[in-house]
């Protein structure tokens, strides 16, 4: 069987002296399909609305720019709240182990406790991790609230954001900036293989299989994009 790693003990402690590795396929993920299907709504609103193209590449062009920088700013904000909100339970944890060590040792027993240990092994236990400070933060911030210390860089988060926001949520607009001929059905066929590419890349990280999650990402974005058309079509006619 091929493992993922090697387990030697060189392999082990430079693998942990690097420390673990954030992942931003999230903001990849999250901002590549969002820029696809909004992108391609306001095409597909435009095109329902029968818009001239230098309009459609306006409204496009616009909305990619704004939209991408904006879901970038948000993505920047919400890592850095999450920075702060940790930053804050640690100073929280500091300030209880300073005034109520008792109290916060007595935390660490019933948690250990509850995880099925007890007696001798127990007390060591909770001696090894109140012995060390940090150890004994950490422990606390990660057991009582679920949080842990290993937190997106918000710049990186937001640059991945924006990045796949604007290289995806540009392949829409392609077509109709170079004046193909039949430019809805081609940007609409670009569209497709943008979406069902992100989805099967997206299962090398998952369990499903690289046709399954694609197909299901091709349906969210193509739905979103009718919806677009049909309400285009329809204020126009309204109108």
Not at 82 to 106: C, F, S
Not at 203 to 225: H, K, M, P, V
Request: proline share 3%.
């Amino acid at each position: 069987m091929e493992l993922e790693h090697s387990h030697s003990s060189d392999a082990i402690r430079a693998r942990l002296a690097s420390g673990p590795e954030v992942s931003y396929l999230r903001d990849w993920i999250y901002g590549g399909i969002d820029g696809t299907v909004t992108t391609f709504a306001v095409v597909a609103g435009a095109i329902g609305a029968d818009f001239s193209t230098r309009v459609l590449l306006v409204l496009g062009v616009a909305n990619l720019l704004a939209d991408g920088f904006s879901m970038a700013a948000a993505n920047y904000s919400a890592t850095r709240a999450e920075h702060e909100d940790y930053q804050r339970l640690v100073n929280q944890e500091k300030r209880h182990i300073q005034a109520e060590p008792d109290g916060e040792r007595q935390e660490i027993r019933q948690i250990y406790r509850n995880k099925g240990f007890d007696g001798d092994q127990l007390e060591e236990i909770v001696q090894l991790i109140t012995d060390r400070r940090d150890v004994w933060i950490d422990t606390m911030v990660a057991e009582e609230y679920g949080r842990s210390p290993i937190i997106a860089n918000p710049l990186k988060s937001a640059a991945a954001t924006f990045g796949a926001f604007v290289l995806c949520g540009a392949i829409p607009l392609l077509p109709f900036l170079f004046n193909l001929p039949a430019a809805p059905v081609i940007a609409t066929a670009l569209t497709a293989c943008v979406f069902f590419g992100i989805g099967s890349a997206k299962s090398r990280f998952s369990t499903r299989t690289w046709y399954q999650s694609g197909t299901q990402t091709l349906a969210i974005g193509l739905t979103a994009a009718a919806v677009a058309y049909v309400v285009g079509d329809l204020l126009i006619r309204l109108f």
